[in-house]
Every structure is written in structure tokens, then in C-alpha cells.
């Protein structure tokens, strides 16, 4: 692989299979807001590699691994049932369990190395995490691993999806929300599991939440999230071994800092939702009142550097005259349009509340013509009297109902020339519609 010596290309291979696998599978975790149970199901794997040692007596991978998955499907299922059958919140419960397991694992790791039995050397590496030391048949293990949990997202992505986001119409259509649930969690463990030798109990969260939080700041759909934290967890993989084996570093810290620089400057760069982007945009709206301010009242005292850098703006756009307090004709026309986008504001804020927006799925329902139309349509009827048509009220939307008809204002015109009975004057008092 990539001409890699035997070593390096195992390292890389388990790397990505890592990658892929801990960024579909931790997504779940995430986005349901239990990162922290990924971390104490990575730190309850310790106890079940102790065990498993001790019950086979040799350090077999597999059996290793099988005692790593029941620890951590204990330790999971053990802070679901504190969580629900008392009053300690769920983070608390997962304090718990993390520190329980992982005291109890230091506590018998620590056991087998004061022991005499020499076979239990290179156990302390599930703590730490140590890529040099895989086989071509851990890799495999671990691929296969990888592959029917991602089989099994796949098939039940939208059961899963469901539960994830909302359990109560999950079970509400018939879903079995306690047994998605747990299997959910069950992903969880398999990707705690696949990724303990390479970074190790103690840094495995980072591999869980890295490439789901990158991810969520490039998608806004599921399906696209999932994809996405797949392929980062890829790159960072193997960009992670890659670097380690190159300088010879220790492969799981290099890899999470791989992880944690992506995750970073997808934090500060991502488009739209960066730290970046969002700076750019507050600073444009900032500007945007700053320019309206001086349209409004040009002649206002300067207030700050601010304010003369608008002024100056102003001056060059041909909307400010030489003197910086004289709007120029363009100007005016500025300050007029900005003064009816702020009437319009007024009127909703005043008229907005007796709107009635009917369904989108909603037919055009007919129209009326009140009793002095002197030809109604054909499928017109009378409009019902009451306030909707009294002279004073309509004589106080007036406003509203001119500045409805603007150009500027015609992506709105139909919603905001609404009065209080849903219906839509034609502002010459004639036919009025219900519905839109």
C-alpha cells in the first residue's frame, strides 16, 4: 500500500478502516448529544481486556476484542438504566460509569503486570494505544467489524434516523424506539472497539466526535453528514499514520491531531458557517446600519471612525454630497426608499398579528366584490360585512396597503396587503380574493 514497508502499510490500513468506520458510527453519538458515553465505553474496554486475558490466558486479538465489546455493551446499557430508573442526570450517570470501569480496569491491569505470568506484556497498549504493533489479520478483524456496521446503518438508516432525531414520532409510527436505541449504542461500541489498539481508551472520543463535528459544519442533511464524517475520518487517518510513520512518532496522539486541526479549521473557515463567515457577516450588517443611520439623518453629529468611514462610502457611491451632511438627489431617493421599507416594517409590526395565511396545499377559493361593485364576476359574491370592510379601518391600512403595491415590496404584496379577514384588496376598493 502506497509502496509502504509491511509495518507502515498495516498502520495505514487500520488507520482507515478506523476512519471510516468511527466517523459514520459516532455521528449518532453527537448528534444525539452523548459524546461523553463514547468516552466511557472507550474507557470501560480496559476492565473487559483484563478479563478476557485472564479468562483465556493468552493475549488472543479476537478474544481480546470480544471481551473490550461486552465491557463497553455493559457499561452502556448500565448508564441507560441509571439514567432512567433514578434522578441522576445523564451525565452524571456517565461520570459514574467511566470512572467505575476505568478504575476498576487500572486496578487489574495493574494486577497482571505485577503478575509472573509473562504473556501479559503489551496489554497496557489498549490504554495508550500502540498501530506498530497490528497484524495484517487484526486489520481484517477489524475491517469485518467495520463492514457489518455500516451494513446495518445502511439498511436501517431511516429507522435509525427517525429515532435519533425524534423518538416520540418514532414510536408514534409503530417504530421500536428501545431497541434502535441499542443498537445505536451497540455501533458505538464496535467503533470503540476497532479503534482501541491504534489511539488507545484514552483518546478513542476524539476519533468519535473529530470527523461528525468537521462534517456538520460542511452539510445540513443526515445522509450528507454521514458521508462526509466518513471521508474526513478517512483523510485524517491515514494523513495521521502517514505523518507518524514518517517521523516516527507514536500514531494515535498524531492521528487525533490531525483530527483536531481539521476540526479547527473547519470551525474558522467553513463556508457559511465558520467563524470567519459569521465575522464577515456581522460586520456587512453592522455596516448596513451604519449606512441606513446616515440616510436617515445625515446631518447627526459624527459619532466615530465608524461613522466616517460610512460617510466617506457614501461620498464615493454619489449618495453624500462634498460637505458630508447634504444628501445628494440620489441620496434622496435612497433615504425615501429606506423610509418606506421602514413604513412597511411599521405596518406589519402594527397589522401583522390579524394576518390570516391560509395552507400552502390550500386551493384559490372564490373571490367576493362588495355591494357597490357594479359588475361583479360571475363568481363573485357578496364580501360579508363587518370590520374587516369599515371605512376607518381600511382607511388605517391605507399605508399599508400603497406600500404593499410597491416594486420593492412585491415579493410581499400578497401576504402584507392582507387585512384581518384573510382577504386581499385590490387597492381600488373593488374585488377582494380570500385565500392567495
Not at 438504566?81 to 445523564?90: A, F, K, V, Y
Not at 510513520?245 to 486541526?261: I, K, S, Y
Request: charged share 15%.
Amino acid at each position: 500500500m502506497f509502496g509502504l514497508p509491511y509495518t507502515d502499510a498495516v498502520v495505514v490500513a487500520g488507520a482507515l478502516v478506523l476512519g471510516i468506520t468511527s466517523g459514520v458510527l459516532g455521528a449518532f453519538a453527537v448528534l444525539r448529544r452523548r459524546s461523553l458515553v463514547g468516552d466511557a465505553v472507550a474507557h470501560s474496554t480496559l476492565p473487559g481486556v483484563c478479563i478476557a486475558f485472564l479468562v483465556a490466558g493468552v493475549k488472543d486479538v479476537p478474544g481480546l476484542l470480544v471481551g473490550a465489546a461486552v465491557a463497553g455493551v455493559v457499561a452502556a446499557l448500565l448508564m441507560v438504566g441509571i439514567e432512567r430508573s433514578s434522578r441522576i442526570p445523564p451525565d452524571a450517570a456517565t461520570g459514574v460509569v467511566l470512572s467505575g470501569f476505568f478504575a476498576l480496569g487500572v486496578v487489574l491491569l495493574t494486577h497482571l503486570a505485577n503478575s509472573t505470568d509473562a504473556d501479559q506484556a503489551g496489554l497496557e497498549n489498549y490504554l495508550f494505544g500502540q498501530a506498530a504493533g497490528l497484524l495484517a489479520s487484526d486489520v481484517a478483524v477489524m475491517a469485518g467489524l467495520g463492514v457489518v456496521a455500516l451494513v446495518v446503518v445502511g439498511v436501517a438508516r431511516r429507522a435509525l434516523t427517525a429515532t435519533l432525531f425524534d423518538p416520540g414520532y418514532a414510536g408514534a409510527i409503530g417504530l421500536p424506539v428501545r431497541v434502535l436505541e441499542t443498537v445505536m449504542t451497540a455501533l458505538l461500541v464496535v467503533a470503540v472497539v476497532i479503534g482501541v489498539r491504534i489511539v488507545g481508551a484514552i483518546l478513542m472520543v476524539a476519533m468519535l466526535v473529530v470527523p461528525t463535528v468537521t462534517a456538520r459544519q460542511l452539510a445540513d442533511r443526515f445522509p450528507r453528514v454521514l458521508l462526509l464524517a466518513g471521508v474526513v475520518g478517512a483523510l485524517v487517518g491515514v494523513a495521521g499514520a502517514l505523518t507518524a510513520t514518517r517521523g516516527e512518532l507514536p500514531t494515535g496522539p498524531v492521528v487525533v491531531l490531525t483530527g483536531f486541526a481539521v476540526a479547527v479549521a473547519a470551525l474558522m473557515f467553513a463556508p457559511g458557517r465558520g467563524v470567519l463567515w459569521r465575522t464577515r457577516r456581522l460586520a456587512a450588517r453592522r455596516r448596513a446600519v451604519r449606512r441606513d443611520a446616515v440616510l436617515a439623518d445625515p446631518a447627526a453629529p459624527v459619532t466615530g471612525p465608524g461613522d466616517r468611514l460610512t460617510r466617506a462610502g457614501l461620498r464615493r457611491q454619489g449618495l453624500l454630497a462634498a460637505d458630508g451632511r447634504t444628501l445628494t438627489p440620489a441620496g434622496e431617493r435612497a433615504a425615501a426608499d429606506l423610509a418606506d421599507r421602514r413604513a412597511l416594517w411599521t405596518a406589519w409590526l402594527a397589522h401583522g398579528p390579524s394576518v390570516h395565511l391560509p395552507d400552502a396545499r390550500e386551493p384559490t377559493r372564490p373571490t367576493c366584490a362588495p355591494a357597490s361593485a357594479r359588475t361583479p364576476s360571475p363568481s363573485s359574491a357578496p364580501c360579508p360585512a363587518g370590520p374587516n370592510h369599515d371605512p376607518r379601518t381600511r382607511d388605517s391600512r391605507a399605508l399599508f396597503q400603497r406600500l404593499a403595491h410597491r416594486p420593492a415590496s412585491r415579493w410581499i404584496r400578497a401576504r402584507e396587503s392582507l387585512d384581518s379577514g384573510g382577504r386581499v384588496a385590490d387597492g381600488r376598493g373593488g374585488a377582494c380574493l380570500t385565500g392567495w
